[in-house]
């Protein structure tokens, strides 16, 4: 080897120790959630997106995870909503949520509202926009956490313990199953000024059933409707 071969080795070498490193970009921030399923028993606990948008391996164990549990199907959920809750969950400081309602499919949706009060007919749960959740404690003011950022819907249900979000329109609302059986004097009041019509079959003062309270409701809807035309 010569000695111009050695020189220009040798220079190489010098470069390469004094050249500064590549720098690697770091990776973009990761935002993270932590779920328990409650009717499947299963948890997610990971990143879901970063600064870029959803990761797809993520949304897609999201997807099996959110799904319907009566049947089994799934569908691709919305970022957004786990957003939404996320944002929530940091806001009150919770670590975990309980998933009590996530994908429901048609089928799924029209047998609940059949059997469950409250139970909205176009339900955004039917198209991977919502999740109805649990906290460990706080959940009253997680409820009004989610109502100041105005991201979506929020659905209050003190009784049964839980919260509505969803990320379509802005909306609040409130449903207590108690509040609806004190609304029978104002419902009397309604129908006495506008059609005349009776309550509901078989009440006789207590608890209403499941099927009493939705026929409360839609009384309560037409009688205000007749109301407001008086």
Request: glycine share 10%; hydrophobic share 40%.
């Amino acid at each position: 080897m010569n000695r111009r071969h050695l020189l220009a080795l040798g220079s190489a070498s010098v470069f390469s120790v004094l050249r500064p490193a590549l720098a690697v970009p770091p990776a973009p921030p990761t935002h993270r959630i932590a779920l328990y399923n409650a009717h499947t028993g299963e948890s997610f606990d990971g990143p879901y997106r970063d600064d870029k948008g959803p990761l797809a391996g993520a949304m897609d164990e999201l997807s099996h995870f959110l799904r319907d549990h009566h049947s089994g199907a799934r569908i691709p959920y919305d970022v957004a909503v786990l957003d939404f809750l996320a944002a929530t969950m940091d806001a009150v400081g919770a670590t975990r949520a309980t998933i009590l309602s996530a994908y429901r499919t048609p089928e799924t949706n029209a047998m609940l509202a059949r059997t469950t009060f409250g139970v909205a007919d176009n339900s955004q749960h039917m198209y991977g926009r919502a999740l109805d959740v649990r906290l460990d404690g706080r959940l009253e003011e997680a409820m009004q956490a989610a109502r100041a950022m105005h991201r979506g819907g929020v659905g209050w249900y003190p009784t049964s313990h839980f919260m509505h979000i969803d990320s379509g329109p802005v909306r609040n609302w409130n449903l207590d199953g108690g509040g609806f059986d004190s609304l029978l004097f104002r419902l009397r009041m309604l129908i006495a000024r506008s059609s005349g019509g009776t309550l509901p079959a078989g009440h006789t003062g207590g608890p209403l059933n499941v099927r009493q309270r939705l026929a409360l409701h839609r009384m309560i809807a037409k009688a205000e409707f007749v109301a407001r035309r008086h």
